[in-house]
């Protein structure tokens, strides 16, 4: 996940939210992102909303001083997709609010190792979302490490249309083959 930087992409993100989409998740994902708003992120003062979006990244967000906009891919938007994804997502988009990159030798830092401290404190279920993300969604998911984002593939849609393996099943999943690779000590998942 990360900020939008690029001011055409933004305009084209923008673009695509003004496309009516229905939502199919099983719970309100505004209703949501009020409630971790009020909870988690009292100090943050803009106004946030979110759009499903179907371009650009898995998830990011654009901001002014005044308000702000979570943009989450349509891929997302379906009934299967767990709770703990999208309050993950929420919580990482907006401790950007809180957190803003940092530059480091001419080069934006979007996650520094504070915004990981802090995304660990409140969001556990970023390790089971990240699960469900990489045994489900993974083949139509690239990674752009430079660019600190995973994008979407063009292929998407076959993959909405597949069903989706349980938060549990793939958090067991993943546990055990972190474990084979890399022992108990199992390191950190990147960013979004
Ligand atoms: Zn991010």
Known sequence: MSLIFELIEARKVELARRQPSLDFLPFSTAELLTKIHAELFPDVSQTVDVYFVARGPLACIGHTSESASIYIHQLLNHSETPFAVISSILKHELLHLRIPSTSE????????PEFWAAEREIAPERHSAWAWVEINLWTCLRRRPKLQRIDVRANWKTVWNQ???DIAICEQTIR???AAI???QAGEQGCW
């Open 105 to 112: 030798h001419g080069r934006k830092v979007q996650h520094s």
């Open 163 to 165: 069903p989706r393996t």
């Open 176 to 178: 055990e083959q972190r």
């Open 182 to 184: 890399y022992g108990e």
